[in-house]
């Protein structure tokens, strides 16, 4: 059974950072691109990043660009999100999601989300 | 970037009856090379990751209702609902996977009359 587990969220202040994880089990990581998708409260969907299998390739959100960091360790099964100078508008429950195979495929399974609040 | 609009931005139905969902996108997800729509549907319930339903427009995902189906090709899409229950009460997304950004529709909530 696929299972993605979030954590790593939390409050923190305007401009400070933060670091999300994704635990990934029951398929082989590796192979697979993975990306994070947020939502603000009472909001829709919006894409944030996506990483390659291996990791030969990242892709940002403009949103993003520049302050977050998207990495991956095939070797724990995990996915990474780094997040920098972060603003108010970065308020949002953040999804780890897997692709069906590479980084132009749908997102088949969801974790269950990490909420990541900006405020003084 | 492809802009998803979808419409309505709510709907109610009666139990038993048929929901239709439409998504335009401003540049067709049809990739000529392979014949395939990139566009999915996502049903959101309340407290609930999104659920993934469609994917190439039109292939049900394994353990969807087959009272769902998926339609459309090149920029206009429709998700439909053929007799509605309760439990698919709902907010629904399309997504195109075509070109980075990624994007998704705005949203459509579905509830019952």
């Known amino acids: 059974e696929v299972q993605l587990l979030e954590s790593g969220g939390g409050l923190v202040q305007p401009g400070g950072s933060l670091r999300l994880s994704c635990a990934a089990s029951g398929f082989t990581f590796s192979s697979y691109a993975m990306s994070w998708v947020r939502q603000a409260p009472g909001k829709g969907l919006e894409w944030v990043s996506t990483i390659t299998r291996s990791a030969g390739s990242t892709y940002y959100a403009d949103s993003v660009k520049g302050r977050f960091t998207i990495s991956r360790d095939d070797s724990g099964n995990t996915l990474f999100l780094q997040m920098n100078s972060l603003r108010a508008e970065d308020t949002a429950v953040y999804y780890c999601?897997?692709?069906?195979?590479?980084?132009?495929?749908?997102?088949?399974?969801w974790g269950r989300g990490t909420l990541v609040t900006v405020s003084s | 970037d492809i802009v998803m609009t979808q419409s309505p931005d709510s709907l109610a139905v009666s139990l038993g009856e048929r929901a239709t969902i439409n998504c335009k996108s401003s540049h067709s997800v049809l990739y000529r090379s392979n014949s395939k729509n990139y566009l999915a549907w996502y049903q959101q319930k309340p407290g609930q990751p999104p659920k993934l339903l469609i994917y190439w427009a039109s292939t049900r995902e394994s353990g969807v209702p087959d009272r769902f189906s998926g339609s459309g090709s090149g920029t206009d899409f429709t998700l439909t609902i053929s007799s509605l229950q309760a439990e698919d009460v709902a907010v629904y997304y399309c997504?195109?996977?075509?070109?980075?950004?990624?994007?998704f529709g705005q949203g459509t909530k579905l509830e019952i009359k």
């Open positions: 999601a897997k692709r069906y195979f590479d980084w132009l495929s749908h997102a088949d399974y």
């Open positions: 997504h195109q996977y075509y070109s980075t950004p990624l994007t």
